[in-house]
């Protein structure tokens, strides 16, 4: 037993403990961007949230670790980057767009976390449809759409949280096609290198970022 896996049979006795600190840091996090005093330090707190979530999936997925699911993990991460590196220096695949500071360091425009962003959504929209149902049909087509629905709200705080902005605060239906098309390429990377998204809080962990957004929108409003 390796010392990753160690950690992880440990983290397994505390589920309930680690799903009530994430719906309290997320509880916070909105808290925290409700009011001008705090607001800038949260907005920095982005990319270590982002991180956090991320890393909490990877502690509790209960399938074994094998070559197939690390590949999976690099070809999702490198082609979400590039592909995003492609759009935002062209306007071609989302429409015009460029990234602010909050998501951290760039590499040619384009947050080297966004990368990680895309495999945590294929990840957790897939663990999240697993619970739902083991249809193959819904399996392969619903995360896109539950992709889909989360960029729908996250549009709207995005440029308010110095994540990226559009050109003429315009967000173009072409994005919402692409984030269809391309989550579904990787929901099908996913199924290709036989990759398993049992998890014990990932579909929690999706929720409550779409919640931490939706709020933010609400509140915003």
């Known amino acids: 037993m390796n010392f990753f896996t160690e ?18 840091f997320y509880v916070v996090g909105v808290l925290g961007l409700s009011f001008p005093e705090t607001r800038p330090l949260f907005i920095r707190l982005v990319p270590f949230a982002l991180i956090l979530g991320f890393a909490g999936v990877l502690l509790f997925n ?7 699911t690390l590949t999976a993990f690099v070809v999702v991460y490198i082609s979400g980057f590039v592909i ?91 994005n919402y096609i692409a984030w269809f098309t391309i989550a579904f390429l990787f929901v099908l990377v996913f199924r290709f290198f036989n990759v398993r998204t049992t998890n014990k809080i990932a579909p929690l962990i999706f929720v409550l970022q779409f919640l931490f957004f939706l709020a933010l929108y609400i509140i915003k409003i």
């Open 7 to 24: 950690i992880q049979h440990a983290a397994f006795k505390w589920v309930r403990e680690v799903k009530i600190f994430y719906a309290v």
């Open 62 to 68: 209960e399938a074994k670790w094998n070559w197939k």
């Open 84 to 174: 995003e590196s492609i759009g935002v220096n062209t306007g071609l695949i989302f429409g015009e767009y460029i990234y602010g500071e909050t998501l951290g360091y760039q590499i040619f425009e384009t947050p080297l976390i966004i990368g990680m962003n895309w495999l945590f959504l294929v990840y957790v929209s897939s663990s999240l449809t697993g619970r739902i149902s083991s249809y193959k049909f819904i399996s392969l087509l619903f995360p896109p759409v539950l992709m889909v629905i989360y960029d729908l709200v996250l549009e709207q705080v995005a440029p308010d949280l110095g994540m990226w902005s559009w050109k003429n605060d315009i967000i173009p239906v072409q």
